[in-house]
């Protein structure tokens, strides 16, 4: 099994400028989560899934949005991107359910908007 | 922050035991342990889900305080491999989601 995956792993943008993070797990799991962690922050959650056609706003979902048309597959769109978004993002995913789920992350994504 | 996380930054010298403090005002029903070295993503330690539990993994324990609001993961005999992010992550009793509190990062002295 691959786990979770990201690409890219490295991306640099212009201010307004639009992209897609991806991220695509195989694990068959139901729940996947974008985060994103800036010195002294921790990880805050952007967006999460329960399930494909399922999804809702984190912490921050502010300039992101989201969409899960299948069960592996959970991307992530920066609409015009702005300088605060500069940050490296996480995707995770664990079964779903509120037990005990180990959430796995992905490698990230570096993302510098100029 | 949802999960208060102390201390931000613990230096210590290998041999050494260190604890490191997970608290909330709001109530989990399950909290994790995770580890990020760098350039990775965070990696489960360790996962507690009843009131008091206290659960060992090798050198790592860590409690779940018994109004679930809190937690400790104790790490002994540290060695230099043990460098790296320690976040305490929480799953609340009426959400799906999952918060993280903003980390400690460890430095271990040969």
């Known amino acids: 099994n691959a786990g979770v995956t990201q690409t890219p792993k490295f991306q640099v943008l212009k201010t307004g400028q639009s992209m897609t993070l991806q991220c695509a797990q195989d694990m068959n799991h139901e729940y996947m989560s974008w985060y994103r962690q800036d010195p002294g922050m921790g990880l805050r959650l952007i967006h999460y899934s329960v399930g494909a056609g399922i999804t809702d706003q984190g912490e921050v979902p502010n300039g992101y949005n989201v969409s899960r048309s299948t069960t592996e597959d959970f991307p992530l769109r920066l609409l015009s991107a702005a300088p605060s978004q500069t940050s490296v993002y996480f995707c995770?995913?664990?079964?779903?359910?509120?037990?005990?789920?180990?959430?796995?992350f992905g490698p990230g994504t570096r993302l510098t908007v100029l | 922050q949802l999960l208060e996380q102390s201390p931000q930054f613990l230096s210590i010298q290998e041999g050494e035991n260190l604890t490191v403090y997970c608290n909330s005002s709001?109530?989990?029903?399950?909290l994790q342990w995770y580890r990020q070295e760098p350039g990775e993503g965070p990696v489960l330690l360790i996962a507690?889900?009843?009131?008091?539990e206290l659960t060992s993994n090798g050198r790592l324990t860590a409690q779940f305080g018994i109004t679930r609001k809190d937690s400790f993961l104790n790490i002994s005999a540290s060695i230099p491999s043990d460098v790296g992010i320690y976040f305490c992550a929480g799953q609340r009793a009426n959400n799906n989601d999952m918060r993280f509190g903003a980390g400690t990062r460890l430095t271990v002295k040969p």
């Open positions: 709001s109530v989990f029903s399950s």
């Open positions: 995770a995913s664990r079964e779903s359910g509120r037990g005990y789920n180990e959430q796995f």
């Open positions: 507690l889900y009843k009131a008091g």
